[in-house]
């Protein structure tokens, strides 16, 4: 059995799916049996959340019902209750339901992004495991950590000819995934102090526009994940020994000045 989820590119790109959707897609895949079933309550499914259930409107519960809506009305359920039904139950159900999943949908074999049974469980305790660090976890939610981490593994390079990293602003990355910039930062911040990804940030660069006035542009963060998993001859995942993130930051680095990595200019003066 692998010992991750993984999160296909249409999940983790699909906005409209709500921010709540990689959170429910790891837990599908988490709790998935052989027959390719999934029996849970709305109710469980909060607590494995580390989240209070709340029936009234606009709360967990209907925001979990929302997505499972939309995750069937995409195909992602060959078997599914009426889910929209259960949105309008005014109650925090602990009744089981069943769903079977559409296998074609959940086995991801193209462009996926990894996360590994330990760093979800972790995600869901992130609060427990960061109380004392003084970092801001006001209104953070594990939905919105998953979701960025995904986000991130997506789009790490994979060929170990080139550097393991990749690179974005937050602009984009807020573009692609619904989350604000300023969510962005923090948990980036908090990734970086779990020691699931590190990331580097770039000096800005000045320079003279048209009007030869000076204004600075902004270079792309680098990502790159603190570890790196590969397999042995058995085809079982280990530890990569060898893997240095601050190597791969530094080949990254040197390689966006070799190709003269386009940078976004700011309209900020000095």
Excluded at 204 to 228: A, E, G, L, Q, W
């Amino acid at each position: 059995m692998p010992n991750y989820v993984k999160i296909p590119r249409e999940i983790i790109y699909g906005k409209d799916l709500g921010d709540k959707r990689v959170i429910i897609f790891s837990y599908l895949c988490a709790r998935r049996a052989l027959d390719d079933t999934v029996a849970f309550s709305i109710t469980e499914l909060c607590h494995w959340s580390n989240l209070k259930p709340n029936y009234r409107d606009g709360k967990i519960n209907q925001k979990y019902y929302d997505v499972l809506l939309l995750l069937s009305h995409y195909g992602y359920f060959v078997e599914c209750p009426d889910f929209e039904s259960c949105l309008h139950e005014a109650t925090n159900s602990v009744k089981y339901q069943r769903v079977k999943l559409n296998i074609e949908k959940f086995d991801a074999l193209d462009s996926f992004g990894i996360i590994y049974f330990d760093e979800l469980q972790r995600i869901l305790d992130f609060k427990g495991e960061l109380k004392d660090s003084g970092i801001d976890l006001a209104r953070m939610s594990s939905a919105y950590i998953l979701l960025l981490l995904s986000y991130l593994r997506v789009n790490m390079n994979r060929n170990p000819d080139k550097p393991l990293c990749c690179y974005r602003h937050y602009q984009k990355i807020a573009e692609d995934t619904g989350l604000s910039e300023r969510y962005i930062g923090r948990i980036v911040e908090i990734l970086d102090s779990m020691n699931i990804i590190r990331y580097h940030k770039m000096k800005r660069t000045m320079y003279k526009d048209v009007n030869t006035d000076i204004k600075f542009s902004t270079t792309p963060k680098i990502f790159t994940d603190y570890r790196r998993y590969i397999k042995d001859s058995n085809g079982v995942s280990m530890q990569d020994t060898e893997y240095d993130y601050n190597a791969e930051i530094s080949k990254q680095i040197e390689l966006m000045r070799k190709e003269n990595i386009t940078i976004q200019p700011l309209t900020i003066t000095p």
